[in-house]
């Protein structure tokens, strides 16, 4: 079997994404479409040029939207790029505009495989790349909260000073400002972390602490150095190993809701099921009255920017 992708958008996250999938070998061709045919030709050749330590071949084209015709994935990074100060919300205008030639440019093909998604704001770029393609659900993904949840467990493991991989957390919600850290039902190495909310003088305040660092890395990265490239990349990557290997893995991406957590007809960031199909299913995670409560304000708030686009029937 042939993996082959089609990443639409040679910016930072798209290249940083495209970086990701060569150095680990996951799929075995990747084309790449850009307005600016100059840099995607120069991001191709140095790419290809990296192949030969990568630990499987991929073969790196410059494409065209006729390659999403046979395509397994098309992963779209193109859009209008989060300003300083701005929300990814604020995004959601200059963006839909743009999904609907992209959307429709990828399905005049008769592209038939899955969607990934990650331009701003995710959720709502989501839910307008699933009513703009006809797609089932099951098979347009947003990346969702998974940078967010990878930030989570990285600052957490070096508050408990273990490896970010023995951090089992994850943020769910929005992909921005009104996201939830779902810490009741979260763990290091085993250990509830709940039990340490309650028990370890001054604990809650640094975790307090935490989230709010989480929630606001973003603005500090871009106010830095312009935007965020290589931890939304490498999230990238591992979604389309779940997709592509069939993983069965949970990863907190953006899924459309069928009644999950009393959330309907909303694509959300929540700990989703993946395989080659695209979503197998989504966990309900035991959550307590607050965060219940901050989950269904910010599925409040995207609805509403949901609302505005007029994408809804």
């Known amino acids: 079997m042939s993996d082959r ?5 040679a910016g930072d996250v798209g290249v940083a994404y495209a970086y990701a999938l060569v150095n680990q070998g996951l799929v075995h061709e990747l084309s790449i ?3 600016n045919t100059q840099k995607v030709t120069g991001e191709v050749m140095d790419l290809n040029h990296g192949v030969v330590w990568a630990p499987s071949p991929t073969r790196v ?9 046979d395509a397994d994935l098309v992963v779209i990074t193109a859009g209008a790029a989060q300003r300083p100060g701005e929300t990814r919300l604020d995004l959601v205008g200059r963006n839909v505009e743009i999904f609907r030639s992209i959307v429709g440019s990828v399905m005049d093909t008769g592209f038939d495989g899955i969607f990934l998604v ?10 307008a790349t699933w009513k703009l393609s006809g797609l089932p659900s099951e098979r347009v993904i947003g990346s969702g909260t998974t940078l967010d949840s990878a930030r989570l467990r990285f600052m957490l493991g070096e508050l408990y000073d273990v490896a970010p991989s023995s951090v089992h957390a994850s ?3 929005e992909h921005g400002d009104t996201e939830v850290a779902a810490l009741s039902s979260a763990n290091v190495a085993g250990a509830p972390l709940s039990r340490d909310l309650e028990s370890v003088p001054g604990r809650r305040e640094e975790i307090e602490r935490v989230f709010t660092d989480t929630r606001e890395a973003a603005y500090r990265i871009i106010d830095a150095k312009g935007s965020t490239s290589y931890g939304i990349g490498m999230a990238l990557a591992r979604i389309t190993r779940a997709i592509l290997r069939d993983e069965y893995t949970a990863l907190p991406v953006s899924t459309k809701l069928h009644g999950t957590y009393g959330i309907d007809d909303l694509f959300i960031g929540a700990p989703t099921v993946l395989g080659r199909s695209g979503v197998k299913s989504v966990v309900e995670l035991d ?3 607050a965060e219940r409560d901050a989950l269904a304000h910010s599925a409040k708030v995207l609805s509403g920017v949901v609302d505005s686009t007029g994408l809804r029937d």
């Open 5 to 9: 992708v089609v990443l639409i958008g």
């Open 118 to 127: 990650a331009s701003n704001p995710v959720d709502v770029m989501a839910y």
């Open 171 to 173: 943020i769910i919600g």
């Open 61 to 69: 084209t410059v494409g065209s939207y006729d390659d999403c015709a």
């Open 33 to 35: 479409i850009d307005i």
């Open 287 to 289: 959550l307590n009255d």
